[in-house]
């Protein structure tokens, strides 16, 4: 199993829509999870970072954490076309070392 | 909010060259940086882990003597490729953090490097 898994996409959504990522990890002890936002040619930006069980939102943005299951996720909502990149979703190991998933690309349609 | 500056941007070296990739936190204090290598259209890799004033540690199936890491000071890492070949080609990205993890550390990134080598 890879250390962290994302729906490689592309995922349409269209322009006003809620998008739904999703992520899942492999690393029990892990404490520290972000969702980062790569487009094309760039550096990744951190969006949201999250610790806690539970809902986390800011602005249009809110992540999920679920420990027990092992899973994270992002809404965007009322999405934009300036959302449409890929969304990488981080780890943080148990080692401290921060693992990335392969990222899932959103294409929002106008 | 917290700057990651890495230099050069771009770079196009011939094959069997050296590359220095530079690495600065500038307005906090990196106790640790980690590099990542991304392929087109693949998700960030690590590399590898430096801590101010100690060995890198180096993930499996990268070879240090190849991707030499110094993290000398709290502000400053640099990756060099060494006798870089074609393969080498990729586009390179450090990334600090100033705790030791948690709510108070999260990892920020610098623009990346684009290495071609010809």
């Known amino acids: 199993q890879k250390e962290v898994e994302q729906n490689s996409g592309p995922l349409s959504v269209p322009e006003g829509a809620i998008a739904s990522l999703n992520c899942t990890y492999s690393d029990r002890v892990s404490q520290s999870f972000f969702w980062y936002r790569q487009y094309s040619g760039k550096s990744p930006e951190l969006i949201m970072s999250?610790?806690?069980?539970g809902d986390k939102e800011d602005g249009r943005f809110t992540a999920q954490l679920n420990k027990a299951s092992q899973y994270v996720s992002l809404l965007i909502r009322d999405s934009q076309p300036s959302d449409s990149a890929t969304y990488l979703c981080?780890?943080?190991?148990?080692?401290?070392?921060?693992?990335f998933g392969k990222g899932t690309r959103l294409h929002i349609l106008p | 909010g917290a700057v990651v500056s890495q230099h050069p941007s771009r770079v196009i070296c011939k094959s069997g060259t050296s590359v220095k990739i530079e690495c600065r936190s500038l307005?906090?204090?990196?106790?640790?940086m980690f590099w990542y290598r991304q392929f087109p259209k693949q998700s960030l890799m690590l590399m590898a882990t430096s801590n101010e004033g100690s060995k890198a540690t180096y993930e499996q199936g990268v070879e240090k003597d190849k991707f030499l890491i110094n993290h000398a000071s709290l502000t400053l890492s640099t990756l060099t490729v060494t006798s870089a070949h074609p393969e080498d080609s990729s586009f390179y990205i450090c990334?600090?953090?100033?705790?030791?993890?948690?709510?108070?550390?999260?990892?920020?990134f610098g623009n990346g490097t684009r290495l071609t080598v010809t």
């Open positions: 307005d906090f204090q990196a106790t640790t």
């Open positions: 981080a780890v943080e190991r148990g080692d401290d070392k921060i693992i």
């Open positions: 990334s600090a953090r100033g705790g030791r993890g948690g709510e108070d550390s999260p990892l920020h």
């Open positions: 999250i610790y806690s069980n």
